[in-house]
């Protein structure tokens, strides 16, 4: 980058008057701003759209209690399998949702018959992991207690045989029913890997009388689920996090550039009255060119430890290069990758940096419509540290391209 060096009017006017220039001398005073802020050092988690999305299947067993009695008028629950899939997301590491389907078989005496149906059933669960909530956030933990409750739909039909007493409108005998579940539970959670859990899960299902298309003694029908099966997690369980205080020394080392800006800006005022003073002058001498290294380009973009994923946060500093290079159509930029020293080896460092410069020039070409031919990258790896704060090197730093 070329950069024009001016002989000031100023310089020009104190050699042919020195007396009226020194006359001109201010006392200049320059404020200094402390900015203090106060924050919780609080480490705060956070998931993206894309992430903890997952799918489970299992099967078990189904025990109806409901009002139906033997011969000898003595309450049962027989059992009958149960199946099991659903689909959720843990929009955080201490609560999720997902939609849960069971069905199945349904045994249960009355009247000294066994009377069957079949039935399926949703379920909207809302999840709260407890041991993260109470234990701390550790996507690695092996046992995990999930206690849920959920509103959903169920079908039942097919009852045989039918001594049902809920009849139609024209007097018959109905052969279905649907009814409106309030349920709850707790599920065991179980991790074998990254992206696949086990889990075992209790479910009571609470139902109006009507459940079994039989209206008789006890007002609510209660189904209850025992369940066992696989959770599998598209990209593993994974939370993005960030605590504030991370960010305090570099919120200070701009505050102090502002400071020196400000001193650097009142000097130049002064000069610049000084000069006026003084006017006439001779001519400005010619603009003598100065060849410069890059330019520092005043964003950056911060990276989560061995990580080289652009945070929304962050992605605010892409969208404003962004900006500055559509504004600025004649510059091109220089996208520098850095790491820090305590995640691997200097060759690993010198990989994951690479990968964090082509992620942020990827964001600005894929996201943002930046002519790739604008942008060039490399790689420092931990070799160059910018600071001293050795997490502060998770870096991408721009500079303006010659």
């Known amino acids: 980058m070329k950069k024009s060096v001016l002989f000031t009017t100023a310089a020009c006017c104190a050699l042919m008057v020195p007396a009226v220039a020194s006359a001109q001398d201010e006392t200049i005073v320059v404020e200094e701003t402390a900015v203090v802020t106060e924050v919780p050092c609080k480490t705060h988690y956070y998931v993206n759209k894309t992430d903890n999305w997952f799918i489970q299947f299992g099967a078990g067993f189904a025990a109806p209690f409901m009002e139906g009695t033997d011969s000898k008028g003595e309450h049962h629950a027989h059992l009958s399998l149960n199946y099991n899939v659903g689909f959720g997301k843990w929009f955080s590491p201490y609560m999720g949702w997902r939609l849960a389907f069971n069905g199945g078989p349904l045994h249960w005496n009355h009247e000294g018959h066994m009377n069957k149906a079949n039935y399926v059933?949703?379920?909207?669960?809302?999840?709260?992991?407890?041991?993260?909530?109470?234990?701390?956030?550790?996507?690695?933990?092996?046992?995990?207690?999930?206690?849920?409750?959920?509103?959903?739909?169920?079908?039942?039909?097919?009852?045989?045989?039918?001594?049902?007493?809920?009849?139609?409108?024209?007097?018959?005998?109905?052969?279905?029913?649907?009814?409106?579940?309030?349920?709850?539970?707790?599920?065991?959670?179980?991790?074998?890997?990254?992206?696949?859990?086990?889990?075992?899960?209790?479910?009571?299902s609470f139902y109006g009388d009507n459940f079994n298309n039989i209206a008789w003694g006890r007002p609510v029908d209660i189904n209850v689920t025992l369940n066992g099966g696989f959770t599998i997690t598209f990209g593993g369980r994974e939370y993005q996090q960030y605590n504030p205080c991370d960010y305090l020394g570099y919120i200070?080392?701009?505050?102090?550039?502002?400071?020196?800006?400000?001193?650097?800006l009142g000097t130049t005022a002064a000069a610049l009255a000084a000069a006026e003073a003084q006017l006439p002058c001779p001519e400005v001498p010619e603009v003598v060119p100065v060849e410069e290294g890059p330019a520092p380009l005043m964003a950056t973009v911060?990276?989560?430890?061995?990580?080289?994923?652009?945070?929304?946060?962050?992605?605010?500093?892409?969208?404003?290069?962004?900006?500055?290079?559509?504004?600025?159509?004649?510059?091109?930029?220089?996208?520098?990758?850095?790491?820090?020293?305590?995640?691997?080896?200097?060759?690993?460092?010198?990989?994951?940096?690479?990968?964090?410069?082509?992620?942020?020039?990827?964001?600005?070409?894929?996201?943002?419509?930046?002519?790739?031919?604008?942008?060039?990258?490399?790689?420092?790896?931990?070799?160059?540290?910018?600071?001293?704060?050795?997490?502060?090197?998770?870096?991408?730093i721009f500079n303006v391209a010659q």
């Not at 999840?127 to 207690?145: A, I």
């Not at 029913?177 to 990254?194: D, E, H, N």
């Not at 962050?314 to 995640?343: F, H």
Request: aromatic share 10%.
């Open 302 to 396: 911060r990276f989560s430890l061995n990580s080289s994923r652009i945070s929304s946060m962050e992605m605010v500093n892409v969208y404003n290069i962004s900006e500055w290079m559509k504004a600025n159509p004649d510059q091109n930029v220089a996208i520098v990758g850095y790491a820090d020293r305590d995640t691997g080896t200097s060759t690993y460092n010198m990989g994951l940096s690479q990968r964090r410069a082509e992620a942020v020039r990827n964001a600005l070409v894929n996201d943002y419509g930046i002519n790739p031919d604008r942008l060039s990258i490399s790689a420092q790896g931990s070799e160059v540290q910018p600071y001293d704060v050795n997490n502060w090197n998770r870096i991408v």
């Open 121 to 204: 059933g949703a379920n909207l669960d809302f999840m709260w992991d407890m041991f993260n909530s109470l234990g701390g956030v550790n996507e690695k933990r092996v046992f995990s207690l999930i206690p849920f409750v959920g509103l959903g739909g169920t079908y039942t039909w097919d009852y045989r045989p039918n001594n049902a007493n809920i009849l139609t409108d024209g007097g018959k005998q109905k052969h279905n029913s649907w009814t409106l579940p309030v349920s709850g539970g707790l599920q065991a959670r179980f991790r074998l890997c990254k992206y696949v859990d086990f889990f075992a899960e209790a479910r009571a």
């Open 252 to 264: 200070d080392n701009l505050n102090n550039q502002v400071n020196d800006l400000r001193g650097a």
